[in-house]
């Protein structure tokens, strides 16, 4: 016999304890650092009892991976842009998303793009983006009838830190770029390359031509 499904009104208090416990660890974070912050503190910036805690989270770690999660299971925001940039080309939209919602939620982001803790929320997370960039190529070269000249693993781990170096240093500057500008950037990057970011020709680049397949 299956248990009973939980009640709409416990499943709201689940969901408002972890969001109160997860608010409370970024907040505490950026304060005084991960490693300096306990159990109890965050328990009671959240205003729940310690063993409430335990309940959900085997320790910081865990409640610092559940962040990350919980950034990743917001896809019903992310999926229409990709449906759109999968059907219109390379639009930059999956990454105007991330910056918008980096905008949005900067303490969340600076915590795990610092690599707080013993840096698994951050490996997460860029395993997270890695797997969704490269069944993203993956689809659109199945679509073009394309085949790499780069494996795709390669492609999407080059493509992943390219974002988290620029993400990071967005987040965590004043750069003075908007979220649109700085993903035309990386668009931009991505379909012309370095070579022509730079302002420079093929040939002012022989190097480059040496190793040309």
């Known amino acids: 016999m299956k248990p009973a499904a939980p009640k709409p009104a416990e499943d709201r208090r689940v969901r408002r304890t972890r969001q109160a416990l997860r608010s409370a660890l970024v907040d505490l ?4 650092g991960f490693h300096a912050i306990t159990v109890e503190e965050i328990a009671e910036r959240a205003d729940v009892a310690r063993a409430t805690f335990y309940a959900h989270y085997r320790d910081k770690e865990d409640l610092l991976v559940g962040v990350v999660r ?7 925001r992310l999926l229409p842009a990709i449906e759109q940039a999968q059907a219109q080309g390379f639009t930059g939209l999956p990454v105007l998303y991330i910056f ?8 969340v982001y600076q915590v795990i793009l610092r690599g707080e803790g013993d840096g698994r929320a951050l490996r997460e997370f860029i395993e997270i983006i890695c797997g969704r960039v490269e069944r993203l190529f993956r689809e659109r070269a199945a679509q073009l009838g394309v085949t790499p000249r780069v494996p795709f693993d390669v492609i999407a781990r080059a493509w992943t830190g390219e974002l988290i170096g620029v993400l990071t240093w967005w ?8 979220a649109a500008e700085v993903t035309g950037y990386l ?5 012309y390359g370095r070579v022509w970011a730079s302002g420079l020709a093929p ?4 190097g ?3 190793i040309a397949p």
């Open 100 to 107: 918008q919602h980096a905008e949005q939620e900067k303490p």
């Open 203 to 206: 040939s002012d680049a022989p």
């Open 29 to 32: 974070v950026l304060d005084k």
């Open 70 to 76: 919980e950034l990743a299971e917001d896809r019903d």
């Open 171 to 178: 987040v965590e500057s004043d750069t003075g770029y908007s």
């Open 187 to 191: 668009r931009d990057l991505s379909v």
């Open 208 to 210: 480059a031509l040496d």
